[in-house]
């Protein structure tokens, strides 16, 4: 992984997480990723103190998750965690869970997240400018990202 990889999230795999193949329910990879990125905001200052301070906090609005190998009970898995890409309201991450056990990946995700202000009608909002500048020193550089997959259709900020 790369320097600028945000704080990492370890889970254990329960046995009842797996299927009656006995490898893990899609769902959990999915858990593992959301563990991953509360995680990740933390370390931004984007966590649950951000929220309870400015009622802004981020939304998932996209999520693709490429199962790469099988995980089963008892596995240890570590879920790292980087910002591929961001706009003045959005993130774009990238997580690769990986296992001892194994040589490669056990999968890869990337989420688009969107900074929201809650309340009576929650609306997007642009990140306040220290967070802006954190977030952007935090980026994969474009080579580094273009290593970051697989990939099938992408993710991707337009720019308008």
């Not at 609005?61 to 910002?83: P, R, Y």
Request: proline share 4%; with cysteine.
């Amino acid at each position: 992984m790369t320097s600028l990889a945000l704080a990492s999230h370890r889970a254990r795999v329960e046995t009842g997480w797996v299927d009656y193949n006995g490898h893990l329910r899609d769902g959990y990879y999915a858990l593992m990723v959301s563990d991953a990125a509360d995680a990740a905001l933390e370390e931004l200052g984007l966590g649950a103190d951000y929220r309870r301070a400015t009622g802004c906090t981020l939304y998932t609005v996209e999520m693709h998750l490429h199962f790469l190998n099988e995980l089963h009970a008892g596995d240890l898995v570590e879920t790292s965690t980087v910002i591929l890409e961001s706009d003045r309201k959005r993130l774009l991450t990238g997580h690769r869970l990986t296992c001892a056990r194994l040589a490669a990946p056990a999968a890869v995700a990337e989420t688009l997240l969107l900074h929201v202000r809650q309340g009576e009608t929650a609306r997007a909002c642009e990140f306040p400018a220290p967070l802006s500048e954190c977030i952007a020193s935090r980026t994969l550089p474009p080579a580094e990202r273009a290593l970051f997959g697989p990939r099938s259709r992408t993710i991707a900020l337009r720019r308008s």
